[in-house]
Every structure is written in C-alpha cells, then in structure tokens.
C-alpha cells in the first residue's frame, strides 16, 4: 500500500488556499515543537461566516496536505461550525495519514483554533 493516499498527493502537489490574506480578522500562527514546523493560517470572517481562509506554511508535505484539506472544510462555514473542526475530520477527509504523520493535522487544526481566537479577541 502507499504511504500517502491519492488525496494526500493531490493536496500536497496542488494545495489549496495558500497564502496571505490582507485584511484578514482572524491570525493564527502555530508551531511544533518537535519537527519545529510552523503553520500561519489567515481567516476573513464577515456576518461569523467564515468567507475566506488562506494558510502558509513552513511544513513538510502532510502539513502542506492538512492545512489545505482544513481551508477547504472550513471555507464558507459559520464560525461555530470551523470551532468543532478536529484534526480527525481532516485526516479521514484526506483518506488517512501514516500513523507518525498524524501530528501534522494537528498543526492545522491548532493554526485554524488559534486563529478563530484572535477574531474572538479582536471583535
Ligand atoms: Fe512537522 Fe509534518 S513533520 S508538520
């Protein structure tokens, strides 16, 4: 079997949503302690819906596969609905992820969290 699922190479060779979102409400910059990647994650949030979402990151390849899996789940959702996102939802959502990859996800769901709690703190 692949290490990586078809999803997780689609995501990682085409990410979706990377970049920098100007006037962005909501900034949430993670790191990990261990592979000390870093995972910056930008949301537009108007009327609690969350209309655009953008990520950078100085990941490896499965973080690079999360985080744009994460934006796609989360773009266009209520902000209520972008709070219960688990790290779980993405990696099924991406067909898996090898067992020591999954910290990976973590990174994104953490960016994304971190992120909604900068909005919070700015309204
Ligand atoms: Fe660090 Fe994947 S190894 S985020």
Do not use: W
């Not at 990410?15 to 537009?44: F, Q, S, T, W």
């Amino acid at each position: 079997m692949a290490l990586y699922s078809e999803k997780v190479m689609d995501h990682f060779r085409n990410p979706r949503n990377v970049g920098v979102i100007e006037d962005a409400n909501g900034i949430g910059e993670v790191g990990n302690a261990k592979c000390g990647d870093i995972m910056k994650m930008y949301l537009k949030i108007e009327d609690e819906i969350i209309t655009d979402v953008k990520f950078e990151t100085f990941g490896c390849g499965s973080a690079i596969a999360s985080s744009s899996m994460a934006t796609e789940l989360i773009k266009g959702k209520p902000v209520s609905e972008a709070r219960q996102l688990t790290n779980q939802a993405v990696v099924e959502a991406l067909d898996g992820l090898p067992a020591h990859k999954l910290h990976c996800s973590v990174l994104a769901q953490e960016a994304i969290e971190a992120a909604l709690e900068d909005y919070e703190k700015r309204k």
